[in-house]
T-cell receptor, first 111, second 118 residues
């Protein structure tokens, strides 16, 4: 079991560029999440999904989009990157409200 | 809406001693879960312990125990016999278990940096 995998590990974007952060889980979890963690802070929920085809906004969704076409994959799309989106992004999955399993994170810098 | 408060930005403990990391929460939900995660300097999030709001016993996992006081809305993490490898950031988090728009969403506190001295 690989658990939750994320790609890429690091990325530098220029202002206005777009990119997709990939997230895959192999635990057959129904719930998946995207968080961002700014330096010295806790994690904030961006988007989450309770199953394929169902997504909803979290606390900080502006500037992001998600889709969930399969149980395994939950990509996060950044459109028109801004310096405020410089952060570490974590994908997580869970079975319902049980513990969430986190990926290793993607460190994104927008210059 | 849920809120988690961790009032200790940093804590220091001597190796082999016990340490308590504080966590208070605010929620109107009757059924919820409380979690503690560890984040070492390498950055990954490691699940430590879980407490359900209706669990009568305090949760324990090896050297970790959760001091759950429901009436005071506190869920403190106790680490016994601290080790150098326990030096990390620790996050308290909660999610509601009942239905509604917040179902399953984790709310995190700001974290506490624990430093274990030899």
């Amino acid at each position: 079991n690989a658990g939750v995998t994320q790609t890429p590990k690091f990325r530098i974007l220029k202002i206005g560029q777009s990119m997709t952060l990939q997230c895959t889980q192999d635990m057959n979890h129904n719930y998946m999440y995207w968080y961002r963690q700014d330096p010295g802070m806790g994690l904030k929920l961006i988007y989450y999904s309770v199953g394929a085809g169902i997504t909803d906004k979290g606390e900080v969704p502006n500037g992001y989009n998600v889709s969930r076409s399969t149980t395994e994959d939950f990509p996060l799309r950044l459109e028109l990157a801004a310096p405020s989106q410089t952060s570490v992004y974590f994908c997580a999955s869970s079975y319902g409200t049980a513990q969430q399993f986190f990926g290793p994170g993607t460190r994104l810098t927008v210059l | 809406a849920q809120k988690i408060t961790q009032t200790q930005p940093g804590m220091f403990v001597q190796e082999k001693e016990a340490v308590t990391l504080d966590c208070t929460y605010d929620t109107s939900d009757q059924s919820y879960g409380l979690f503690w995660y560890k984040q070492p300097s390498s950055g990954e999030m490691i699940f430590l312990i879980y407490q359900g709001s209706y669990d009568e016993q305090n949760a324990t996992e090896g050297r970790y125990s959760l001091n759950f006081q429901k009436a005071r809305k506190s869920a403190n993490l106790v680490i016994s016999a601290s080790q150098l490898g326990d030096s990390a950031m620790y996050f308290c988090a909660m999610n509601p278990h009942a239905g509604g728009t917040s179902y399953g969403k984790l709310t995190f506190g700001q974290g506490t940096i624990l430093t274990v001295h030899p």
